[in-house]
T-cell receptor, first 111, second 113 residues
């Protein structure tokens, strides 16, 4: 079983739609959680950290459910430029060598 | 700041050949790492370094060597390339070993025939 699991998609949504991705992780001792964004044939970039209380950054909302060991990312009012692969990342601690990446969920926003 | 740079962008090797993937960063980051990305598998850590002169193995180190003689450079050596090493290789850096945000280079697409 993978340590961090994501639905690979693709999620095809029209512009303006709200879309949500989930990610589950197996290590209950995980401490830090992140969403990265990866454009086609580009490098991953940090989108946002995920805090226990949930956090929002503009149209993006991330939530963490420790009891069920899942993380979610909600994107409101989708833009064409949101088309990308979203990587769920879990860390046992904050050490860089302890990051575990999910396989990614691909989002395609259509006009 | 150029950030994290990698060369080459693309490479084709024959089985058994050796080569070095170059990675450099100009942000004075202590921590550097190498990942490989295969379809559907997520990024997997190959080797990492918490500072000049210090390296350690990640999840999938077999077939790869690294060294860190300077803060800026962290080359990855493939000793004897195999088709299973066909992948996209990303170098990443962060200010310290406990900084959660990784800054990635643009990647090297390697094909081993």
């Amino acid at each position: 079983r993978k340590e961090v699991e994501q639905d690979p998609g693709p999620f095809n949504v029209p512009e303006g739609a709200t879309v949500a991705f989930n990610c589950t992780y197996s290590n209950s001792a995980s401490q830090s959680f992140f969403w990265y964004r990866q454009d086609c044939r580009k490098e991953p970039k940090l989108l946002m950290s995920v805090y226990s209380s949930g956090n929002e950054d503009g149209r993006f909302t991330a939530q963490l459910n420790r009891a069920s060991q899942y993380i979610s990312l909600l994107i409101r009012d989708s833009k064409l430029s949101d088309s990308a692969t979203y990587l769920c990342v879990v860390a046992y601690n904050n050490a860089g060598n302890m990051l575990t990446f999910g396989g990614g969920t691909r989002l395609m926003v259509k006009p | 700041n150029a950030g994290v740079t990698q060369t080459p962008k693309f490479q084709v090797l024959k089985t058994g050949q050796s080569m070095t993937l170059q990675c450099a960063q100009d942000m004075n980051h202590e921590y550097m790492s190498w990942y490989r990305q295969d379809p559907g598998m997520g990024l997997r850590l190959i080797h990492y370094s918490v500072g000049a002169g210090i390296t350690d193995q990640g999840e999938v180190p077999n077939g790869y060597n690294v060294s860190r003689s300077t803060t800026e450079d962290f080359p990855l050596r493939l000793l004897s390339a195999a088709p299973s090493q066909t992948s996209v290789y990303f170098c990443a850096s962060s200010p310290t070993g406990t900084s959660p945000e990784q800054f990635f280079g643009p990647g090297t697409r390697l094909t081993v025939l």
